[in-house]
């Protein structure tokens, strides 16, 4: 097998995490952990270590699809992953953060259906780079997430990305990093079989350490946007359920097919293409009601990202508050992916002084995100806790979203 190096060093053989590892950053230490679990796992040190994050999607839902516009930032939680090449054209994966051994499939009978659970994101990925014409043989991969499943945070994006980025560097096959979440998209979209749009696999790939990803679906372009809440005094909570949602299980595609049919409806080739201010006529051309209710959630959520991007280019963070409050009505009435525990956790946050709250990513459970004064935050999570727990929920689980940097290479 042809290499790079000599590999990760990982003193696997030694009893594995050194001193100098414990006192080393938080990437050190992922990477030195999950380098020394390859090793024991397969008798050989990986050639590098790559992280991707999850994210968090600020305010632009259901809009990635319909070629809009979104706001996401990544989160500090990531999938790591260790990866060696392999000359025979098998693919081994295994997962840190999952009951069974060792997935072993051919690269050369990989096809949609072929693997099932969480490795058909990282076979999907390899499938979607030979599918695109690149030489891929095989590899050896060990895979650890911090990224919570199901929450709505993208940890199959993180999964997708992170393979995607340690299989590009060491194939050298010179993908740029749009180019590389558009073959993590279309492993899930055609292998996994999720017809998501493209902004997670962005965000994971692209965003920057501090800023929020500004991304135009369309073509892709993209602004990072200064977002230090810490500075005006702010803090930006997730609100994790713990209601677990699968975006495969034909909601999400039922919403994303209306969404087609109400462009067809309309003549454009995708929602993006209505501005708000010719939405009430659009709206009395659309005969479906529920198509209808689609097509209004679209064309003014894609308005909302637009009016927050303003408030914060004009350094006014608060007043994006009420615009995310605005979008979780939206998202619950409209296009009616939130859930009685989404509800809860937005009500009982603003009741308790937050400056806005909304569900992010694709809903039916998973996540909310809430605005709050620094100074508030624990107050606020106390409240949503005391809530949940009133109403005989499970205890959620609160943490700030501090924008993290994206995909990379950790070892």
């Not at 073509?219 to 949602?245: E, I, M």
């Not at 080739?269 to 006529?281: E, K, Q, T, Y």
């Not at 998973?366 to 004064?373: K, M, Q």
Request: with cysteine; aromatic share 4%.
């Amino acid at each position: 097998m042809s290499g790079v190096g000599a590999g990760v060093g990982t003193g696997a053989a030694a009893g594995g995490v050194t001193a100098a590892d414990a006192a080393a950053g938080p990437d050190a230490r992922a990477a030195a952990r999950v380098a020394a679990e390859f090793a024991a796992l397969y008798g050989a040190d990986p050639e590098g270590v790559w992280a991707a994050p999850g994210r968090v999607n600020l305010i632009g839902e259901y809009t990635d699809f319909n070629e809009g516009f979104v706001l996401p930032l990544a989160l500090p939680h990531t999938a790591v992953a260790a990866v060696r090449r392999r000359d025979d054209g098998v693919l081994r994966l295994h997962s840190a953060d999952v009951d069974g051994g060792v997935v072993r499939v051919e690269t050369e009978t990989l096809a949609p259906g072929s693997v099932e659970g969480w490795a058909a994101y990282p076979a999907g990925v390899v499938w979607a780079l030979r599918e695109a014409g690149h030489t891929v043989g095989g590899a050896d991969v060990h895979l650890a997430s911090t990224v919570p499943t199901g929450a709505g945070l993208s940890s199959s994006a993180a999964l997708e990305v992170v393979t995607a980025l340690a299989l590009d560097e060491l194939f050298g096959l010179g993908l740029s990093r749009p180019g590389l979440a558009v073959l993590a998209q279309r492993a899930e979209n055609g292998f996994v079989g999720v017809p998501c749009g493209v902004m997670d696999q962005m965000a994971s790939a692209c965003a920057t350490e501090g800023h929020a990803l500004h991304l135009d679906t369309r073509d892709l372009s993209y602004r990072q946007v200064p977002f230090d809440l810490a500075a005006v005094g702010l803090r930006l909570l997730v609100v994790d359920t713990r209601v677990k949602h699968a975006l495969g299980d034909g909601a999400y595609a039922e919403r994303r097919a209306g969404c087609e049919a109400g462009a067809r409806a309309l003549g454009v080739r995708a929602l993006r293409d209505v501005s708000a201010a010719h939405l009430p006529d659009a709206l009395g051309r659309v005969s479906d009601e529920t198509v209808r209710r689609y097509v209004r959630h679209v064309v003014s959520d894609n308005g909302r990202v637009e009016r927050v991007i303003a408030l914060l280019d004009a350094g006014d963070v608060r007043g994006a508050g009420a615009v995310l409050t605005e979008g979780h009505a939206s998202l619950r009435d409209d296009l009616r992916v939130s859930c009685a525990e989404l509800d809860l956790a937005v009500e009982a946050a603003n009741a308790a002084g937050a400056l806005g709250a909304r569900m992010t990513g694709g809903g039916f459970g998973g996540s909310a995100v809430v605005l709050v004064e620094d100074a508030a935050a624990d107050a606020v999570a106390r409240a949503v806790a005391s809530a949940f727990r009133e109403a005989g929920y499970a205890p959620p689980r609160v943490f700030p979203a501090v924008p993290a940097a994206g995909a990379r290479r950790l070892a």
